[in-house]
Protein backbone atom coordinates (compact mmCIF):
# COMPACT_ATOMS: atom_id res chain seq x y z
CA UNK A 1 0.00 0.00 0.00
CA UNK A 2 1.51 3.89 -1.16
CA UNK A 3 2.70 5.46 2.66
CA UNK A 4 -0.08 8.15 1.36
CA UNK A 5 -3.30 5.65 1.36
CA UNK A 6 -5.40 5.71 4.37
CA UNK A 7 -5.46 2.94 6.69
CA UNK A 8 -8.90 2.38 8.32
CA UNK A 9 -8.04 1.26 11.98
CA UNK A 10 -10.78 -1.11 14.20
CA UNK A 11 -11.22 -0.31 17.85
CA UNK A 12 -13.03 -3.00 19.63
CA UNK A 13 -14.16 -1.23 23.04
CA UNK A 14 -16.02 -3.94 24.93
CA UNK A 15 -17.19 -5.04 28.42
CA UNK A 16 -16.61 -8.59 30.00
CA UNK A 17 -18.33 -11.39 31.83
CA UNK A 18 -16.79 -13.90 34.10
CA UNK A 19 -17.73 -16.20 31.37
CA UNK A 20 -14.83 -16.97 28.84
CA UNK A 21 -17.00 -18.24 26.14
CA UNK A 22 -19.13 -15.20 26.08
CA UNK A 23 -16.47 -12.85 25.56
CA UNK A 24 -14.62 -14.56 23.20
CA UNK A 25 -17.82 -14.84 20.98
CA UNK A 26 -18.87 -11.04 21.86
CA UNK A 27 -14.99 -10.09 20.33
CA UNK A 28 -15.76 -11.91 17.29
CA UNK A 29 -18.95 -10.60 16.58
CA UNK A 30 -17.32 -7.34 17.05
CA UNK A 31 -13.97 -7.41 15.12
CA UNK A 32 -16.65 -9.08 12.35
CA UNK A 33 -18.44 -5.92 12.42
CA UNK A 34 -15.22 -3.82 12.36
CA UNK A 35 -13.85 -5.77 9.29
CA UNK A 36 -17.48 -5.46 7.47
CA UNK A 37 -17.38 -1.18 8.08
CA UNK A 38 -14.05 -1.46 5.91
CA UNK A 39 -11.25 -1.68 9.24
CA UNK A 40 -7.62 -2.91 8.02
CA UNK A 41 -6.26 -3.20 11.58
CA UNK A 42 -7.98 -4.19 14.30
CA UNK A 43 -7.35 -4.33 17.97
CA UNK A 44 -9.24 -5.90 21.23
CA UNK A 45 -8.70 -4.51 24.86
CA UNK A 46 -6.55 -5.88 27.51
CA UNK A 47 -7.35 -9.46 28.75
CA UNK A 48 -10.34 -9.33 26.77
CA UNK A 49 -11.56 -12.36 27.36
CA UNK A 50 -11.86 -12.69 31.20
CA UNK A 51 -12.87 -10.39 33.78
CA UNK A 52 -9.67 -8.44 35.34
CA UNK A 53 -9.39 -10.48 37.81
CA UNK A 54 -5.47 -8.66 38.66
CA UNK A 55 -7.59 -6.10 40.74
CA UNK A 56 -7.82 -8.78 43.64
CA UNK A 57 -4.64 -10.85 44.81
CA UNK A 58 -5.05 -15.28 44.97
CA UNK A 59 -7.49 -15.21 42.20
CA UNK A 60 -7.37 -18.59 40.37
CA UNK A 61 -6.43 -18.07 36.95
CA UNK A 62 -6.01 -20.82 33.85
CA UNK A 63 -2.96 -19.46 31.77
CA UNK A 64 -3.11 -21.03 28.17
CA UNK A 65 0.19 -21.69 25.97
CA UNK A 66 0.46 -19.90 22.67
CA UNK A 67 -0.59 -21.29 19.79
CA UNK A 68 -4.06 -22.82 22.02
CA UNK A 69 -7.47 -22.31 22.14
CA UNK A 70 -7.56 -19.01 22.42
CA UNK A 71 -5.11 -17.65 19.86
CA UNK A 72 -6.64 -20.50 17.68
CA UNK A 73 -9.95 -18.99 17.64
CA UNK A 74 -8.71 -15.59 16.48
CA UNK A 75 -6.22 -16.50 13.82
CA UNK A 76 -9.49 -17.97 12.17
CA UNK A 77 -11.41 -14.87 12.73
CA UNK A 78 -8.41 -12.72 11.36
CA UNK A 79 -7.99 -15.40 8.04
CA UNK A 80 -12.30 -14.77 7.46
CA UNK A 81 -12.49 -11.36 8.32
CA UNK A 82 -9.78 -10.58 6.48
CA UNK A 83 -8.05 -8.12 8.41
CA UNK A 84 -4.87 -7.94 10.91
CA UNK A 85 -5.67 -8.15 14.29
CA UNK A 86 -4.06 -7.09 17.79
CA UNK A 87 -5.72 -9.55 19.69
CA UNK A 88 -5.76 -7.21 22.48
CA UNK A 89 -3.90 -9.83 25.29
CA UNK A 90 -4.50 -12.94 26.97
CA UNK A 91 -2.80 -14.42 30.12
CA UNK A 92 -0.27 -16.81 28.41
CA UNK A 93 1.54 -20.12 30.14
CA UNK A 94 5.02 -20.47 28.84
CA UNK A 95 8.31 -22.02 30.06
CA UNK A 96 6.83 -22.56 33.83
CA UNK A 97 6.00 -18.91 34.04
CA UNK A 98 2.69 -16.33 32.87
CA UNK A 99 3.13 -13.05 30.87
CA UNK A 100 0.36 -10.50 29.56
CA UNK A 101 0.65 -11.42 26.31
CA UNK A 102 -0.63 -9.72 22.90
CA UNK A 103 -0.85 -11.55 19.52
CA UNK A 104 -0.80 -10.25 16.05
CA UNK A 105 -2.27 -11.64 13.09
CA UNK A 106 -2.16 -11.68 9.62
CA UNK A 107 -5.11 -11.23 7.28
CA UNK A 108 -4.54 -15.02 6.70
CA UNK A 109 -4.56 -15.65 10.49
CA UNK A 110 -0.65 -16.28 10.66
CA UNK A 111 0.93 -14.92 14.04
CA UNK A 112 3.23 -12.26 12.75
CA UNK A 113 4.05 -11.16 16.59
CA UNK A 114 3.55 -11.85 19.80
CA UNK A 115 4.87 -9.39 23.07
CA UNK A 116 4.63 -9.75 26.90
CA UNK A 117 4.05 -6.84 28.34
CA UNK A 118 6.94 -5.50 29.83
CA UNK A 119 6.17 -2.64 32.16
CA UNK A 120 4.17 -5.31 35.26
CA UNK A 121 2.45 -2.58 38.16
CA UNK A 122 1.68 -3.97 41.45
CA UNK A 123 -0.42 -1.34 42.99
CA UNK A 124 -4.15 -1.48 45.04
CA UNK A 125 -5.95 -3.02 42.59
CA UNK A 126 -3.70 -3.03 39.85
CA UNK A 127 -2.31 -6.66 41.55
CA UNK A 128 -0.47 -7.71 38.01
CA UNK A 129 3.05 -8.46 39.40
CA UNK A 130 1.39 -11.60 41.48
CA UNK A 131 0.55 -12.90 37.62
CA UNK A 132 2.39 -11.92 35.38
CA UNK A 133 6.34 -12.08 34.66
CA UNK A 134 7.67 -9.07 32.61
CA UNK A 135 8.40 -9.47 29.04
CA UNK A 136 11.54 -8.91 27.40
CA UNK A 137 11.75 -6.54 24.71
CA UNK A 138 9.86 -4.84 21.80
CA UNK A 139 8.49 -5.85 18.65
CA UNK A 140 7.64 -4.00 15.55
CA UNK A 141 6.11 -6.05 12.14
CA UNK A 142 6.09 -4.71 8.93
CA UNK A 143 2.63 -5.16 7.41
CA UNK A 144 1.32 -3.62 4.24
CA UNK A 145 -0.89 -1.64 6.02
CA UNK A 146 2.14 0.20 7.95
CA UNK A 147 4.61 -1.68 10.85
CA UNK A 148 2.60 -1.56 14.00
CA UNK A 149 4.01 -2.07 17.67
CA UNK A 150 1.58 -3.61 20.51
CA UNK A 151 2.15 -2.13 23.49
CA UNK A 152 -0.10 -3.01 26.83
CA UNK A 153 -1.76 -0.61 29.28
CA UNK A 154 1.17 -0.03 32.17
CA UNK A 155 3.03 0.27 29.21
CA UNK A 156 1.69 3.69 28.51
CA UNK A 157 3.06 5.90 30.37
CA UNK A 158 6.42 4.82 29.54
CA UNK A 159 7.82 7.57 26.86
CA UNK A 160 11.15 4.39 26.45
CA UNK A 161 8.61 2.11 25.20
CA UNK A 162 6.81 4.13 22.73
CA UNK A 163 10.87 5.58 21.26
CA UNK A 164 12.35 1.81 21.46
CA UNK A 165 9.28 1.00 18.94
CA UNK A 166 9.61 4.00 16.57
CA UNK A 167 13.32 3.72 16.51
CA UNK A 168 12.70 -0.13 15.04
CA UNK A 169 10.26 1.69 12.50
CA UNK A 170 6.84 1.71 14.56
CA UNK A 171 3.84 3.72 12.66
CA UNK A 172 1.16 2.86 14.87
CA UNK A 173 1.22 2.30 18.27
CA UNK A 174 -1.52 -0.29 19.84
CA UNK A 175 -2.07 -0.03 23.39
CA UNK A 176 -4.84 -2.96 24.73
CA UNK A 177 -5.65 -1.67 28.08
CA UNK A 178 -7.56 -2.08 31.08
CA UNK A 179 -7.87 1.04 33.16
CA UNK A 180 -10.38 2.80 35.03
CA UNK A 181 -12.12 4.18 38.53
CA UNK A 182 -11.61 2.47 42.00
CA UNK A 183 -14.63 2.42 44.34
CA UNK A 184 -13.92 4.31 47.23
CA UNK A 185 -10.48 6.10 46.03
CA UNK A 186 -10.79 9.75 45.38
CA UNK A 187 -7.63 10.59 42.71
CA UNK A 188 -6.15 13.39 45.16
CA UNK A 189 -3.30 13.91 42.38
CA UNK A 190 -6.06 15.35 39.81
CA UNK A 191 -8.39 13.63 36.79
CA UNK A 192 -6.30 9.79 36.28
CA UNK A 193 -8.07 9.69 32.41
CA UNK A 194 -6.87 13.02 31.44
CA UNK A 195 -3.46 12.01 32.33
CA UNK A 196 -3.72 8.84 30.83
CA UNK A 197 -4.70 10.45 27.71
CA UNK A 198 -2.30 13.31 27.55
CA UNK A 199 0.77 11.27 28.29
CA UNK A 200 0.22 8.80 25.09
CA UNK A 201 -0.37 12.27 22.94
CA UNK A 202 3.04 13.04 24.14
CA UNK A 203 4.14 9.48 23.06
CA UNK A 204 2.59 10.29 19.40
CA UNK A 205 3.71 14.06 19.56
CA UNK A 206 7.66 13.24 20.41
CA UNK A 207 7.85 10.15 18.26
CA UNK A 208 5.72 11.32 14.84
CA UNK A 209 3.81 7.94 15.30
CA UNK A 210 -0.10 7.43 15.52
CA UNK A 211 -1.48 5.99 18.83
CA UNK A 212 -4.22 4.03 19.17
CA UNK A 213 -5.38 3.34 22.82
CA UNK A 214 -7.99 0.27 23.20
CA UNK A 215 -9.77 0.06 26.45
CA UNK A 216 -12.30 -1.62 27.85
CA UNK A 217 -15.69 -0.26 29.74
CA UNK A 218 -18.27 -1.85 32.14
CA UNK A 219 -18.38 -2.50 36.03
CA UNK A 220 -16.11 -5.18 37.58
CA UNK A 221 -15.87 -5.47 41.55
CA UNK A 222 -14.62 -2.60 42.68
CA UNK A 223 -13.60 -1.29 39.10
CA UNK A 224 -15.49 0.99 36.71
CA UNK A 225 -13.45 0.92 33.56
CA UNK A 226 -13.99 4.08 31.40
CA UNK A 227 -13.24 3.27 28.24
CA UNK A 228 -12.64 6.43 26.21
CA UNK A 229 -10.26 4.53 23.85
CA UNK A 230 -8.72 7.22 21.61
CA UNK A 231 -6.91 7.73 18.29
CA UNK A 232 -4.29 10.83 17.80
CA UNK A 233 -2.24 11.76 14.81
CA UNK A 234 1.79 12.03 14.81
CA UNK A 235 1.51 15.77 15.90
CA UNK A 236 -0.72 14.75 18.42
CA UNK A 237 -4.36 15.89 16.77
CA UNK A 238 -6.92 13.98 18.22
CA UNK A 239 -9.22 12.30 15.47
CA UNK A 240 -11.56 10.11 17.60
CA UNK A 241 -12.19 9.27 21.15
CA UNK A 242 -14.93 6.93 22.45
CA UNK A 243 -17.43 7.69 25.52
CA UNK A 244 -17.82 5.36 28.24
CA UNK A 245 -19.94 2.53 26.22
CA UNK A 246 -19.21 -0.82 24.44
CA UNK A 247 -18.71 -0.09 20.43
CA UNK A 248 -17.16 -0.65 17.27
CA UNK A 249 -15.26 2.24 15.97
CA UNK A 250 -13.38 2.40 12.40
CA UNK A 251 -10.92 5.28 12.19
CA UNK A 252 -8.87 6.48 9.50
CA UNK A 253 -5.13 7.98 9.64
CA UNK A 254 -2.50 9.10 7.14
CA UNK A 255 1.04 7.08 8.02
CA UNK A 256 2.59 9.50 5.62
CA UNK A 257 1.82 12.75 7.88
CA UNK A 258 4.67 10.73 10.04
CA UNK A 259 7.81 11.16 7.54
CA UNK A 260 6.32 14.84 7.30
CA UNK A 261 6.11 15.55 11.14
CA UNK A 262 9.61 14.04 11.58
CA UNK A 263 11.11 15.93 8.06
CA UNK A 264 10.14 19.17 9.59
CA UNK A 265 10.93 19.14 13.08
CA UNK A 266 13.42 16.43 13.72
CA UNK A 267 12.61 15.26 16.67
CA UNK A 268 14.69 11.77 15.69
CA UNK A 269 17.51 13.41 14.04
CA UNK A 270 18.09 15.71 16.60
CA UNK A 271 18.94 13.21 19.22
CA UNK A 272 21.38 13.07 21.54
CA UNK A 273 21.41 9.13 22.52
CA UNK A 274 25.44 9.52 24.00
CA UNK A 275 23.87 12.07 26.57
CA UNK A 276 20.71 9.38 27.94
CA UNK A 277 23.14 6.79 29.91
CA UNK A 278 21.16 7.48 33.14
CA UNK A 279 18.07 5.89 31.59
CA UNK A 280 19.46 2.34 30.96
CA UNK A 281 20.56 2.48 35.00
Known amino acids: MPASSPVKLGIVQMSMSSDKGANLAKALRMIGEAATTGANIVCLPELFSSTYFPQREGETVSPEPIPGPTS ?23 GGRSYNTSIVFDDRGRIIAKYRKVHVPYDSHYYEKSYFSPGGGYKVVATRFGNLAPLICFDQWYPEAARVCRLKGAQVLFYPTAIGWV ?90 PSTYGPISR
Open 183 to 272: KGIEPVEGNWQESWEAVQRGHAIANSVVVCAVNRVGAEGEMTFWGGSFVYDQFGKLLFRAGGDEGVFVVEVDLSLGGEVEEGWGFLRNRR
Open 72 to 94: RTLSRTASSSKVFLVGGSILERA
